[in-house]
């Protein structure tokens, strides 16, 4: 071997560019390959390793161009700006409906002990309530957790502060008592927890834990401000964040109809219209008994709690 990597250096590197610990240690190892499969450490060998990863996937040859890029960098290479990313296909995100998201997290499972239970039950309604990612709610710590949650370090490296909602906010409270780490069972373990559940629930899809991060993306940029939804989900680029929005005449017509402009002007028949129209799609209709007597110029409202059957 006639060159030596700066190992040491590239890290610190990293650091300073506030890079995820995930990331560089994924780099330090690429970097490691690289250099064990380049006789030197130039344009035409690191083409070669490349090329040779693009059998495998352009995702995985991507990942070897940007470590490749980012040495550079470091060592202040200029030929590396020949090195070019490849176009990857996205992978389709599959996401959960409503009714699968609250029949996975109050299903009941027994073959597991009454210990675990809350704990796995916990685990699914926080990924499900905060669209956080599976490996941020197991590093959470008690102390993390107040009238928020804060993630102390993402996939994106720097941390962020995630609002509780408050159908799990006074569960999440209460499960916390008395504990340090929240989550201290293994990756395997709640990866077989999710499979058995999907099983037992007869879902068909290709769902992952992940799914629950994408259903509640999904659900969440339609309806929202996206840089509020960026926010959330720890997002460094908006267009992550754009990726998830499914535009529809439907959508942008309640944008158009949200517009200020648009509402001082409007007709107030049309007005009534739109306000009891968005009261019928926002009431949770299984809980709550609403009818609506609309006329030209009236609508009168009424909501009650449904009474038990």
Known sequence: MIYLMDYFGFELYLQGRDQAARTIESQLRLLKIIEQECPEFTLENCQKVIVNKLKLSRACA????????????????EWSKNLHRYTEQPKPRVTFTDDEIY???????????????SRFDMFWK???????RPG?????????????????????GSGRIVPIPEPLK?????????????FDFTSGGWLLDFKRRIKALGIKKKVTPYS?????????????????????????KAQTTQMYYHGNLETMEKVVR????????????????Q???????????????ISITKSSNEFSLHIALKKNR
């Open 275 to 289: 306000i009891a129209s968005e009261i019928e799609k926002s009431v949770n209709t299984d809980k709550l008994d």
């Open 170 to 182: 006074d569960e999440l409270l209460s499960f916390i008592q008395n504990k340090d780490l929240l």
């Open 212 to 236: 629950f991060r994408h259903s509640f993306a999904t659900r969440n940029v339609q309806t929202s401000p996206l840089f509020d939804v960026m926010s959330i989900l720890g997002h460094k």
């Open 103 to 117: 029949r996975f997290i109050n299903l009941k499972m027994d073959f597991q002990r009454d210990t675990n239970q």
């Open 62 to 77: 991507n990942k070897y161009v940007q470590t490749i890029k980012n040495y550079c960098a470091y060592k202040g290479i």
């Open 258 to 273: 949200k517009d200020s402009l648009s509402r001082e002007n409007l007709p107030p028949a049309e007005l009534l219209k």
């Open 126 to 132: 926080i990924l499900a309530y905060t669209g956080m």
């Open 136 to 156: 941020e709610v197991v590093e959470l710590r008690a102390e993390d957790i107040s009238d928020s949650i804060f993630i102390r370090r993402s996939k994106t």
